[in-house]
């Protein structure tokens, strides 16, 4: 199945920017769907985006609508959340999560998961 880590986390003041980025390997074919998620302390699971990767199509989260991005460099294997305009609420542990086939948004419809990685905004 596939293996995913993580890196890229860290922390910026309110308005900053980071760049996330999800290794991938051990897996074969196109035909998946990778996702983001987030969870800060005592919240629930949140999903944040997905992208297929048979047509590249992603989709978000009404709460990062036009302030994040996600895209999947296939020569790399590696799968990127640009995040901009970071606001406090979007402190939170992010994961990257793989499965094959269809998008989900529900995070127990993936079986494989990176670490995680903490993003953490000031004010």
């Known amino acids: 199945q596939v293996q995913l880590q993580e890196s890229g986390g860290g922390s910026v003041q309110a308005g900053g920017s980071l760049r996330l980025s999800c290794a991938a390997s051990?897996?074969?074919?196109?035909?998946?769907?990778m996702a983001w998620f987030r969870q800060a302390p005592g919240k629930e699971r949140e999903w944040v985006a997905t992208?297929?990767?048979?047509?590249?199509?992603?989709y978000y989260a009404d709460s990062v609508k036009g302030r994040f991005s996600t895209s999947r460099d296939n020569a790399k294997n590696t799968l990127y959340l640009q995040m901009n305009s970071l606001k406090p609420d979007d402190t939170a542990l992010y994961y990257c999560?793989?499965?094959?086939?269809?998008?989900?948004?529900?995070?127990?419809?993936?079986?494989?998961w990176g670490q995680g990685t903490q993003v953490t905004v000031s004010s």
């Open positions: 999560a793989a499965r094959g086939g269809y998008c989900s948004t529900s995070s127990r419809t993936f079986p494989n």
């Open positions: 051990g897996y074969s074919g196109s035909r998946y769907c």
């Open positions: 992208i297929y990767t048979v047509n590249g199509i992603a």
